[in-house]
């Protein structure tokens, strides 16, 4: 590639060497070892369909350094200060724990094998903004059906598939409560047939169907509908006990890093039952100016938690503006 601007998406070849010459001036490569997927997201100039190491090879011989390194330069810098906007957002108060610090504890303490699974919700969008995966760590969503429960079943095939590995699930109380607190007597009954012992199940216990109420306000205008949001109370780490696994509360942000510590040196399965806030806004960071009218209006339409999301999303959002390490 004479241009290596390039956007290059590999998802993961066969005899390509007729394509090479079309890199020379390609600005969208696509490399997917499923040809169902390819223009899938974004309509690229060149498609291979095959082994992503394979087509790399024969492309590295290619590539020619580019003096101007303004470009790369540019993407680098925008991705360093997004991961300090994460953790500066995290670490964000709230009441009485701000659910992305959940993830943010475990993002630095994340075992280099481990699977993590999320449930779909605002679980997923903690998951993609505040998780570094690094060496074999591989991870679990339900994707495009974003199907509500899978979360715990995702964690249990995984320890089937892989006993040697740790296992981490993140799992809204929603989820847990309409099919998680059974899928743990699943756990119960096999868990001392895994050769690593380690199944943590981190549970966002907020009360709140939370994904569906910030739905409602950012792309409805309209305020929680409590009669059908509303959860149950439920005493989750209280459940895990009883049935001998190990079950930890949380309700304090400072001792989330120590119970991450405690589970994942634990002799046996655990739950992390944290209580997270509901108001903390689970909205993109670039969100739209229709979405945060319509999220306006939720409020001035009596929103039961109006004050507490106008604080909480005031403070989140001011974190990409205040100053940065650089």
């Not at 998802?11 to 090479?20: A, D, E, K, M, V």
């Not at 498609?47 to 590539?63: F, H, K, W, Y």
């Not at 979360?151 to 099919?179: C, L, S, T």
């Not at 108001?279 to 945060?292: K, L």
């Amino acid at each position: 590639m004479k241009d290596c601007d390039t956007l290059l998406t590999i998802g993961s070849s066969f005899p390509y060497t007729q394509f090479l010459p079309a890199f020379d001036q390609a600005r969208g490569v696509q490399i997917d070892i499923d040809g169902k997927f390819i223009g899938m997201r974004y309509p690229y100039e060149v498609n291979l369909v095959g082994d992503a190491a394979a087509t790399l090879r024969a492309l590295i011989p290619r590539l020619q350094r580019k003096e101007d390194r303004s470009w790369r330069e540019d993407i680098e810098a925008k991705v360093t200060r997004w991961w300090e906007t994460m953790e500066m957002e995290a670490m964000v108060e709230a009441d009485p724990i701000n659910p992305m610090r959940l993830f943010h504890e475990l993002s630095t303490r994340l075992p280099a094998n481990a699977i993590v699974a999320a449930d779909s919700g605002s679980s997923a969008n903690w998951y993609a903004r505040q998780l570094k995966f690094h060496g074999e760590i591989r991870g679990s969503l339900s994707g495009n059906l974003a199907t509500m429960g899978p979360g715990v079943p995702y964690g249990i095939g995984a320890k089937f598939g892989h006993p040697d590995r740790p296992v981490i699930v993140f799992e809204g109380d929603g989820a847990m409560q309409m099919n998680g607190l059974a899928e743990l007597i699943t756990v119960k009954h096999y868990w001392q047939e895994w050769a690593d012992p380690r199944l943590i199940i981190a549970v966002l216990h907020n009360d709140d169907l939370n994904q569906v109420t910030w739905e409602m306000r950012a792309m409805e205008g309209a305020p929680a509908f409590t009669e059908s949001q509303t959860l149950p109370d439920v005493d989750y780490a209280s459940f895990a006990a009883s049935l001998g696994l190990q079950g930890i509360a949380v309700d304090k942000p400072d001792d989330l890093g120590p119970a991450w510590d405690r589970a994942l040196a634990a002799d046996r399965p655990t739950l992390l039952d944290v209580r997270t806030d509901p108001s903390v806004p689970p909205i993109p960071p670039h969100a739209t100016f229709e979405q945060a009218k319509d999220a306006a209006k939720a409020i001035l339409k009596g929103d039961h938690d109006a004050r507490s999301i106008i604080v909480e999303g005031v403070k989140t959002k001011v974190q990409e503006f205040l100053p940065h390490k650089d």
